[in-house]
């Protein structure tokens, strides 16, 4: 059973319904900026129920050619080494990656990807294709992304 909407009272005029805005009315901009929290959203929902991060996963991708410093992976990502620091001990306790002392420099720890840090990479390598809807035309939008990002990094770095 549902119960009637109640009446607005004598002396208040009802609300008109609100007005719903296009979104192919709205700028470049905010269609970008809508588009990609949604993406980020459900990229860490998915990654989460692999035990991964964004970070985590670029790190698995870079330990893929083989192992690397902590400084080189955090040089390659493009992130502090203290950040690169926590991802990894993030993926250690997961057991996706190994640290070990490098033999030819004890000062140097080399980090290297198990198997299950392999495993759980080839999984999430699927997930853009299992996410998101397939484009027409991929590589135009994938340009245009690059173009946009190389534009807006430009002025600010």
């Not at 129920?49 to 690397?68: D, E, F, R």
Request: proline share 6%; with cysteine; charged share 25%.
């Amino acid at each position: 059973m549902t119960t009637p909407d109640p009446k607005p009272p004598a002396d208040q005029k009802p609300r008109p319904a609100p007005v719903q805005e296009s979104m192919a009315c709205w700028p470049t901009g905010r269609l970008l900026s809508t588009a990609a929290r949604l993406v980020e959203h459900a990229w860490v929902e998915a990654l989460d129920q692999l035990g991964l991060t964004h970070a985590g996963m670029v790190a698995l991708h870079l330990l893929g050619s083989g192992p690397l410093s902590q400084t080189e992976l955090a040089h390659a990502a493009r992130v502090q080494t203290q950040t690169m620091s926590r991802t990894l001990e993030r993926l250690e306790r997961e057991g996706y990656v190994v640290r070990t002392r490098d033999e030819h420099d004890a000062r140097r720890r080399s980090v290297v990807r198990t198997d299950a840090g392999t495993a759980v990479w080839e999984q999430s390598r699927t997930l853009e294709a299992d996410l998101f809807p397939e484009l027409e035309n991929a590589d135009a939008m994938r340009d245009a992304l690059l173009t946009i990002i190389s534009a807006s990094s430009a002025r600010r770095w």
